[in-house]
C-alpha cells in the first residue's frame, strides 16, 4: 500500500497551524491576561520574600499594550493602559517594570 503525499502534506500543514495558533493565544496570554514575576528585593517582606514567583492577572487594572515594532527599532513609543476592571486600592500588589 502507498501512502498518498498530499495526505502527508496536510497532516504537516495542520501540526504547522495548530503550532502557530499555540503561539499567537501564548502570545495573546502573555499581553493581556497574565503575566509571570519574579520577587528581586526584599521590599515587600514578610507578604513576598525574595525569589518568590507571582502570577499577575492583567485585566485588574488594565494590560498595558505599545508599538513592540517600534520599541525594536528603538525608537520612542507611547504606551497605553486599556482600562481594567477595578481601581487600585490600599493593600494592593502592584508590579513596576523597569
Keep these: 500500500m502507498k501512502k ?6 496536510n497532516k504537516v ?11 499567537v493565544l501564548w502570545f495573546v496570554v502573555q499581553v493581556f491576561i497574565f503575566a509571570s514575576f519574579k520577587i528581586p528585593s526584599d ?12 502570577l499577575v492577572w492583567k485585566p485588574t ?6 508599538n513592540l515594532f517600534a520599541s525594536m527599532r528603538n525608537e520612542q513609543t507611547e504606551i497605553y ?14 508590579v513596576f517594570n523597569f
Excluded at 498518498?4 to 502534506?9: A, E, M, R, T, V
Excluded at 500543514?13 to 503561539?23: A, P, Q
Excluded at 487594572?61 to 505599545?66: D, Q, T, V, Y
Design 4 to 9: 498518498h503525499p498530499h495526505k502527508l502534506i
Design 13 to 23: 500543514i495542520d501540526i504547522v497551524f495548530w503550532l502557530c495558533m499555540t503561539v
Design 43 to 54: 521590599s515587600m517582606e514578610p507578604g513576598l520574600i525574595t525569589g518568590d514567583n507571582i
Design 61 to 66: 487594572i488594565g494590560p498595558r499594550i505599545f
Design 81 to 94: 493602559r486599556i482600562p481594567g476592571f477595578k481601581k487600585i486600592k490600599r493593600n494592593d500588589i502592584l
